[in-house]
């Protein structure tokens, strides 16, 4: 399926929103965009009034519209840009890309209290059922129903505009940059780790791979106090940003697997005293493999990266040592404490911001052209 069709055009979408449309493999094309309303509790007076306003509403009580103004490439966004799938998420009509972004209210529902326009906000992308067990439980992450921007068939936030529920929606500090709160999405992949993990002030941490994530899950574990990290690549440009970042040590090793025994030892070394958790940010056979045998009796594995979706790894020798493998799916709960980190100076993403992009048909393809291209592309950011 190399296309998935045309996007029908709205004459008359006065608002004139455009978003960045995914139509088919490395097809991207601005088209307008009508914002839909949400999925909101209707009641009698709220079916009167969308009656009376001749279909005029689009906001729900408790959802605002926001004016994108910064907006971050994720892995799974080129994943979905290159081969139209990420995992189980298959796009199988025209879908607006995007999910790490920040911008500005422009209107609020008519029960939002929290939030005003003109409010600067950060956006978290999901929005969970809030019915079933999981989410009842505070696992919202893990919720069947979630409904996530820009992971098939729901729409992202590659637009001018979009429509979301203001509990969802938090507000920046004054010196915390649209751009710092688009990067509260990544960031929160490696702080939801680390509070899975338990990093504390006496956790020594290894990270597999220097890639936009192993960056953030550095960044994240410091500020959970973390005393010694060493981060672990093939590419040594990856590794002296890691190192510009505050990793106590770096260490480069390869692809080949009959070097990981070697390398096994050097990350040890590298330590020079036991590794409580380890994040494989790759998910490789190799790097968990690396990781299961590094980390140390008694220790953590979290697998972040999801590169391989089965794995031969040395579990048996990890289990006979009680390691235990953590996994994680995205994040819950995590935007305050991002926010927090940011305003207070504990954590600066600044420096993970490499290439910034307009929002213009060529610009959203030289911005995923370059993203995909890795190399020396950490996060590839939209300033819309
Ligand atoms: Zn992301
Ligand atoms: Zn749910």
Known sequence: MAHVGEIQVDEDDG????????????TLKIQP??????????TIELILSYVVEQLSVVLGPHDVKVGIKALGICGSDVHHFKTMRCANFIVKKPMVIGHECAG???????????????DRVALEPGISCQRCNLCRDGRYNLCPEMKFFGSPPTNGSLANKVVHPANLCFKLPENVSLEE??????LSVGVHACRRAEVGPETNVLIMGAGPIGLVTLLAARAFGSPRIVIVDVDDCR????????????VQVSTNIQDMGEEVAKIQNAMASKIDVSFDCVGFNKTMSTALNA???????????????????????????????????????????????LRTGKIDVKPLITHRFGFSQKGIEDAFQTSAAGGNAIKVMFNL
């Open 33 to 42: 965009y009508h914002l839909p309303p949400l999925a909101i509790e209707w």
């Open 181 to 186: 709160g688009a990067m509260c999405e990544p």
């Open 15 to 26: 608002e004139n929103n455009m978003a960045a449309w995914l139509l088919g493999i490395k």
């Open 295 to 341: 980390t140390g009796t008694g220790g953590k594995v979290c697998l972040i990266g999801l590169a391989q979706s089965e794995m031969t790894i040395p579990l048996t020798m990890a289990a006979v040592r009680e390691v235990d493998v953590i996994g994680i799916f995205r994040y819950r709960n995590t935007w305050p404490l991002c926010i927090e980190f």
């Open 104 to 118: 500005i209210i422009e209107e609020v529902g008519s029960e939002v209290k929290s939030l005003a326009v003109g």
């Open 239 to 250: 590794l002296s940003i890691a190192k510009n970042l505050g990793a106590d040590e770096i």
